[in-house]
């Protein structure tokens, strides 16, 4: 238990249909990221907020909509994906947006048909 | 560009000593991670290294030279929970982890 709890563990889509990815931290901590992990690739860092404001936008495709109504939550909010967004999506969190000490969630393994 | 290297599998045997080479070319340097995932769960920190020299942490150690741009974690007394992947990251001038594809570390009773 890493005190980041990501909901749904396993997702399957179609490209057409809308669904969310969910990342709760129960850490007091003030900043919250989306990684993406694909097999045998370093991890890719896709969205920061740090106090609820977004700090990092790593020219991630528009299919992919974050949002952080407050700094336990975090939202990724997908739509029209292709099958090569098929990965493991992992949510983070830290005590503050500069550190390299990062708490992960246990990941969203996302398949697109 | 940026860019980390690190050996995409390893094998050793259980009670044995393994050594997970990491090199990195970051712009600027603040740090270099070290960070444990087992199959199946969430990436756990290891070990941070910013100045040069070995870090001690029980049976994992971290080593770090800055001019040559290369750290190294030692597992030593290796146990079969051992097994998991091992993500090298650097971070750079703007404070960004650069990450490593990882190691997997496959462990042999």
């Known amino acids: 238990e890493t005190g980041v709890t990501q909901t749904p563990r396993h997702l399957v889509m179609g490209m057409t249909n809308k669904k969310s990815l969910k990342c709760e931290q129960h850490l007091g901590h003030n900043a919250m990221y989306w990684y993406k992990q694909s097999a045998k690739k370093p991890l890719e860092l896709m969205f920061v907020y740090n106090f609820k404001e977004q700090t990092e936008n790593n020219s991630v495709p528009s299919r992919f909509s974050p949002e952080c109504p407050n700094s336990s939550h975090l939202f990724l909010h997908l739509h029209t994906l292709q099958p090569e967004d098929s990965a493991l999506y992992l949510c983070?969190?830290?005590?503050?947006?500069?550190?390299?000490?990062?708490?992960f969630g246990e990941g969203s393994r996302l398949t697109v048909l | 560009g940026q860019n980390i290297d690190q050996p995409t599998e390893m094998t050793a045997t259980e009670g044995a000593i393994v050594q997970i080479n990491c090199t990195y070319q970051t712009s600027g340097f603040n740090g270099l991670f070290w960070y444990q995932q087992h199959a199946g769960e969430a990436p756990t920190f290891l070990s941070y290294?910013?100045l040069d020299g070995l870090e001690e942490k029980g049976r994992f150690s971290s080593f770090l030279s800055r001019s040559k741009g290369y750290s190294y974690l030692l597992l030593k007394e290796l146990q079969m929970k051992d097994s998991a992947s091992y993500l090298c990251?650097?971070?750079?001038?703007?404070?960004?982890?650069?990450w490593g594809a990882g190691t997997k570390l496959i462990i042999k009773p």
């Open positions: 983070a969190s830290s005590p503050e947006g500069d550190t390299g000490e990062l708490f």
């Open positions: 290294n910013v």
């Open positions: 990251a650097s971070r750079d001038s703007n404070y960004q982890l650069i």
